[in-house]
């Protein structure tokens, strides 16, 4: 997100996630192990755009990694060969044209000021991954989460899955796949369901249709 107050970010998600961040963490190795490690090769480099406390970047199996994020508390908490670059995401990034090919992001497009900045960083995204690389994004459906969607103080910009998809499209991105019901809405202050049913629900995508108030949407870079 652009450059904001980065003692604010890291008082914001340290009050919100790190009373649950062990569950956070067991969650994020499920989806990992059985959905997104399938959409991510392992002999690929991949970038998590605004990748928070590295929940995605540390688990998911790839032969290079990078994080962005402006949290300054993020870095401390990367692994060990994890590149961490710390920047406004709709400026120029830190890689190189074609370098990526996998840009990965959950539930952080929301938390951009407006359309011109996700514009731009879908833009840089665009130039960074090679031909064939895919942007994968996660994140709340206003469509589904109604007014509850505003219940966090540093979401900002309200998306759907047609909005985005048009988004990718305008920038030169052919939307592969486009769920507009996947995951429930957010970890926060709900119920610690036990890793395993995470397992079930990503096996019945009857239930996403039910359950579901996230979008997820795999876009390719021609």
């Known amino acids: 997100m652009p450059e904001a107050q980065p003692e604010e970010l890291k008082r ?8 649950r961040q062990d569950y956070r963490l067991r969650v994020w190795r499920v989806l990992i192990e059985r959905f997104f490690q399938a959409l991510v090769p392992e ?3 991949v970038l998590d755009l ?14 290079q990694k990078f994080g962005m994020d402006l949290n300054p508390r993020t870095q401390e908490l990367l692994r060990p060969g994890v590149k961490f670059l710390r920047q406004d995401c709709s400026k120029p990034w830190s890689v190189g044209a074609g370098e990526l090919d996998v840009v990965f992001t959950s539930n952080f497009f929301e938390h951009l000021p407006d359309k011109s900045a996700l514009g731009e960083t879908l833009a840089q995204a665009f130039r960074a991954l090679r031909p064939g690389g895919r942007l994968i994004a996660m994140g709340p459906n206003i469509k589904f989460t109604h007014g509850r969607y505003w219940d966090f103080w540093d ?19 052919v939307v592969e796949k486009c769920y507009p019901r996947f995951l429930p809405y957010t970890m ?14 990503l096996g019945l995508p009857w239930l996403w249709r039910w359950k579901g108030e996230q979008f997820l949407i795999v876009a390719k870079k021609p």
């Open 43 to 45: 002999n690929s480099t």
């Open 12 to 19: 914001v998600y340290a009050s919100r996630f790190d009373a």
């Open 155 to 173: 979401h900002y910009l309200p998306l759907t899955e047609l909005s985005l998809s048009e988004g990718l499209t305008v920038r030169g991105f």
């Open 50 to 63: 605004g990748c928070g406390y590295g929940e995605f970047i540390n688990t998911v199996k790839a032969r």
């Open 188 to 201: 926060v202050g709900a119920r610690e369901y036990p890793p395993w049913c995470v397992g079930i629900y």
